[in-house]
């Protein structure tokens, strides 16, 4: 089973910056799904940003402009620029990766969350 293991989070002041990074256990050879999602407390988790197989991106219109979402296919690694935090950035940050492994098996896997808070 492919895991993924997060990293980068952490307090951070309203408009400074952080990169995210997701790295996954085993070689991934296709991709379905490969994205950022978040929580705040109290609120349901959103979608962030994602990366499709032939690169194309897509944003959540909160973040467009701010944030940016990328990967490194020979490390197995999905990254989040976040440029301009802002205090509503708030959350537990999770990536999920949809695909086929290096053995030719589906999967999909969520990461274990990292939290970043923005404030002053």
């Known amino acids: 089973q492919v895991q993924l293991v997060e990293s980068g989070g952490g307090l951070v002041q309203p408009g400074g910056s952080l990169t995210l990074s997701c790295a996954a256990s085993?070689?991934?050879?296709?991709?379905?799904?490969m994205e950022w999602n978040r929580q705040a407390p109290g609120k349901q988790r959103e979608f962030v940003a994602g990366v499709a197989s032939d690169s194309r991106t897509n944003y959540a219109d909160s973040v467009k402009g701010r944030f940016t979402i990328s990967r490194d296919i020979a490390k197995n690694t999905v990254y989040l620029q976040m440029n301009s935090l802002k205090p509503e950035d708030t959350a537990a940050y999770y990536c999920?990766?949809?695909?086929?492994?290096?053995?030719?098996?589906?999967?999909?896997?969520w990461g274990q969350g990292t939290q970043v808070t923005v404030s002053s």
């Open positions: 085993r070689r991934i050879v296709g991709i379905t799904v």
């Open positions: 999920h990766v949809q695909g086929v492994d290096g053995r030719g098996r589906s999967f999909d896997a």
